[in-house]
């Protein structure tokens, strides 16, 4: 009998409340309190239990490497940071319980939920730019959240109020910044290429219209990147696709040029990182976020800095933070661990691309590694979770994996 058959409503109601929890306690300004991702913990830890889940290699080889990090990162600092590193095996275990319970569902699963996410974030970003008196309405409405240095959030839980430059709204759907969302948006956008082989569906359509709306200059960068990518797979007459590869060069060109989110602003931020004192701007834009940690790295380069804050920032205040994901993941974590979850983060795509027959492992790492560029996303579960795809979708080439594919879309609701 098939799983489709077999699995229970309540069952798959169960998938998108793990799935909406998974997305909540990676940057929803109301569930970022160390008793919410306690809690987070214990509960997707229970389900991974009673679903008869079990621990694999892929998961205890990259913990017990992690925790040879810290013992090293201790002997270097003189401190055992207990809380902090705790707080990061607590954030890896709740992705790791969630996508293990999810199993090979978690793709369509996450597309249906982030699709659904986007059309919501969507009625609200227009009704705010048609109708502006609506926001003081609607925070009448929301909840206040203190996000520490990210400042005071208003959240409608499923939504985010943000005012953008100017008079324009920008959409952050429920995350604590527009550019926030453009993140997991772009990853909607991989895994619903990666599981259909169809940038334009309808689905991908509501993703890319939400895209749009949260005017996020890395998650546009990461766009035309993702174009460029399609191109070159389409099947086509290699002079079709060569005019078309220009077409979208030209057109990331004029945008680029001509949009003051994407161009001015990212010519303003270099000239402001070339001009200033990295540490007496008080900016914490991509480029000087990267200049700092490059500071903060020197003389710790193999096993890094560490989660806790004394130890991870040369020269550290209360309002710092760090803004590139890339750079910050290497200062806390080191150079050895930073290769070493790149090979599992390249495996668990390369696993994920055999099981739905896609070659689009090399393209999905690099868009990651571009929305990281102005994001600290490996703070959060649902990006550490992406280390674990591995664990859940398995490459067995002696199987049909049609079947396979059917067998996910039939065990989520469409």
């Known amino acids: 009998m098939s799983n489709s058959v077999t699995r229970k409503k309540p069952e798959i109601y169960l998938d998108y409340i793990l799935m909406v929890l998974l997305f909540f306690v990676s940057g929803n300004p109301l569930f ?59 954030r890896i275990s709740i992705a790791y ?16 939920t982030i699709y659904y996410i986007s059309i919501l974030s969507l009625f ?26 990210n400042g005071t959030r208003y959240s409608l839980v499923f939504y985010t109020l943000i005012r953008g430059t100017s008079l324009f709204y920008r959409n952050s759907g429920p995350f604590w910044e527009p550019g926030a969302f453009g993140g997991y948006l772009i990853l909607g956008l991989i ?5 259909t ?31 460029y990518f399609l191109v070159l797979k389409f099947k086509i007459n290699k002079i079709y696709k060569f005019i078309m590869l220009i077409l979208v060069v030209f057109i990331s060109f004029y945008l680029y040029t001509n949009v003051a989110f994407i161009g001015e602003k990212i010519s303003s931020q270099i000239e402001s990182a070339e001009s200033s004192s990295i540490y007496t701007n008080t900016n914490s834009q991509r480029f000087l976020s990267a200049l700092r940690d490059f500071q903060d790295i020197k003389g710790y380069y193999l096993w890094g800095r560490g989660p806790l804050l004394k130890n991870r920032y ?22 050895l661990f930073l290769i070493f979850s790149s090979v599992y983060l390249f495996s ?12 689009f492992a090399i393209a999905a790492i690099t868009l990651i590694l571009i929305v990281l560029q102005s994001e600290t996303y490996f703070n959060f579960p649902l990006f550490l979770g992406l280390f674990f795809l591995g664990s859940v979708y398995k490459c067995d080439k ?17």
């Open 124 to 149: 609200i970003f227009v009704l705010l730019n048609l109708l502006p008196p609506i926001h003081n309405l609607l925070l009448n409405v929301s909840i206040k959240a203190e996000t520490g240095n």
């Open 197 to 227: 082989s169809n940038f334009f569906n309808r689905k991908g359509i509501v993703l890319l219209i939400a895209l749009l709306s949260t005017a996020s200059t890395t998650a546009f960068i990461a766009l035309f990147v993702f174009l």
């Open 348 to 359: 668990s795509f390369k696993r994920l691309c055999c099981y739905y027959n896609s070659g």
């Open 191 to 195: 895994f619903n290429y990666i599981k």
């Open 32 to 90: 970022s309190s160390k008793n919410i991702y306690l809690v987070s913990f214990l509960f997707s830890m229970i389900l991974f239990f009673i679903r008869g889940k079990k621990f694999d290699k892929q998961f205890s080889l990259f913990t017990i490497v992690l925790f040879v990090v810290f013992i090293f990162q201790t002997y270097i600092f003189g401190n055992f940071p207990a809380v902090s590193i705790f707080g990061v095996f607590i």
């Open 314 to 335: 040369s020269i550290w205040s209360t309002s710092d933070i760090r803004t590139n994901g890339l750079t910050d993941y290497w200062v806390r974590f080191g150079s």
């Open 97 to 112: 319980f969630i996508f293990k319970s999810l199993d090979t569902r978690f793709v369509s699963v996450y597309i249906n």
């Open 398 to 414: 002696s199987k049909n994996r049609l079947s396979k594919h059917v067998l996910a879309n039939s065990s989520a609701i469409d």
